[in-house]
Every structure is written in structure tokens, then in C-alpha cells.
């Protein structure tokens, strides 16, 4: 069936550093998207991503949707300890529109 | 405005009862979905509801089971409890539509013993 893998699954950086998570589709998405879930919370929209090389940015997050709409990253730049989550991306269903998530990127900044 | 409410927030159950987590979603969305989120996982879809109508089922048991009422509030149903059903609930609501943003609640934690 239709999965969506994200990696790594987990990466630790010092505050500062750049982080950068991936995602593939084993199928040709419509659209992506990203979703932040703090530790003890319940997942939170970022952004949708609908264009082929569609790149978006918020202030120090970049998305990314790949040419081929099958692959996508997010990017931060200067992590900060409010950056601490775990960031899942989805896409939908191609035959029922259902949102696929991805396992997620834990993501740990130390001070 | 309000956001999608969830309740209850945290139950314990055990093994071979039944829950009923109940969920209100976003003013003016018609379509709700329902996932089960186990601990160091992505969200897994469960159902979808539109209209009141189910749009999707997820591969999940018959145990499962939910519905949508005429405010377009739902209600997730699970029998037979079994320990491999701990986890986060996750209610979401859309506008409706392919490609529609889903917006989470924040969840019914389960946990059975």
C-alpha cells in the first residue's frame, strides 16, 4: 500500500545548528504536509505544500516539495529549544484522500 | 473560534470494556477523521465522516466503529478493549474535500489495563 517514510527518526543538535528532516512518498502526492507535535501534545498544522519544487519558508523553517511530488524536506535554520518536537509530514490517500503520515523526526536541541 | 474539542482528555479502561470518545469539530467543517496515535508513531487513520456519511475506514477491526451526527460533532466507539489499544486518539476536522487542511484536537488519551 500507498507509505510515506520520513528520516532520520531521531537527531539531537546543539542549539545553533541546522536541522533538516526528509520525506518520500511511494506514490505521487497531491499536496504535503507538515505538522509540529510537541512532546505530551497533539500534531499542529504548519503548511501544505501543493506545487512541484514548491518552496516555502517561515522565518527560519524552509519546506520543500520535490519536482517529482514524491519527496519533500523541512529545513531550520539556527535551531532554538522551541524548535524541541516531533515533525511528521502527510500526504494524502491517492483513492480516498485520507492523510498518510510519516513515522516523524524527533528532534532534541540541547542549550 | 473555538478549535476541535475532544473529550474525555484521559480514561483508563480495561481489557474487554468498551469507550466512547466523543469529539466537536471546528465552526463550519463538516468532515471529521478520527486517528490512532501509538506512542513513537505517526498518526494512523481510522475513519472519516462527511455529511454524516463514512468516507473512509482505515484497517482497523470491527471493534472500531463511529459516527457523525447532524451538527457534524462525532463519536468514536471501541469494544472489547484490548491493551494494544492504548493510545492517543486524534479527532481532526476539515472543511471537507480532497486536499483540505485537517486541524487536530487535542486528544483522548486511552490507556487500557
Not at chain 1, 512541484?52 to 519527496?71: D, Y
Not at chain 2, 466537536?24 to 462527511?50: D, E, R, T
Request: glycine content about 10%; charged content about 15%; aromatic content about 12%.
Amino acid at each position: 500500500g500507498q507509505q510515506v517514510m520520513q528520516i532520520p527518526q531521531y537527531q539531537h543538535v546543539q542549539e545553533g545548528e541546522d536541522f533538516t528532516t526528509y520525506c518520500n512518498s511511494s506514490t505521487t502526492l497531491s499536496n504535503i504536509q507538515w505538522y509540529k507535535q510537541r512532546p505530551g501534545g497533539h500534531p499542529v498544522f504548519l503548511i501544505q505544500l501543493v506545487k512541484s519544487g514548491e518552496v516555502k519558508k517561515q522565518k527560519r523553517l524552509t519546506f520543500q516539495f520535490g519536482e517529482a511530488k514524491k519527496n519533500s524536506s523541512l529545513h531550520i535554520t539556527a535551531t532554538q529549544t522551541t524548535d524541541v518536537g516531533t515533525y511528521f509530514c502527510a500526504g494524502p490517500s491517492s483513492n480516498t484522500g485520507k492523510l498518510i503520515f510519516g513515522q516523524g523526526t524527533t528532534l532534541q536541541v540541547k542549550p | 473560534d473555538a478549535g476541535v474539542t475532544q473529550s474525555p482528555t484521559h480514561l483508563i479502561k480495561t481489557r474487554g470494556q468498551h469507550v466512547t470518545l466523543r469529539c466537536s469539530p471546528i465552526s463550519g467543517h463538516k468532515s471529521v477523521s478520527w486517528y490512532q496515535q501509538v506512542l513513537g508513531q505517526g498518526p494512523q487513520f481510522i475513519f472519516q465522516y462527511y455529511e454524516k456519511e463514512e468516507r473512509g475506514r482505515g484497517n482497523f477491526p470491527d471493534r472500531f466503529s463511529a459516527r457523525q451526527f447532524p451538527n457534524y460533532s462525532s463519536e468514536l466507539n471501541v469494544n472489547a478493549l484490548l491493551l494494544g489499544d492504548s493510545a492517543l486518539y486524534l479527532c481532526a476536522s476539515s472543511a471537507g474535500g480532497t486536499g483540505n487542511t485537517i486541524y487536530f484536537g487535542e486528544g483522548s488519551w486511552l490507556t487500557v489495563v
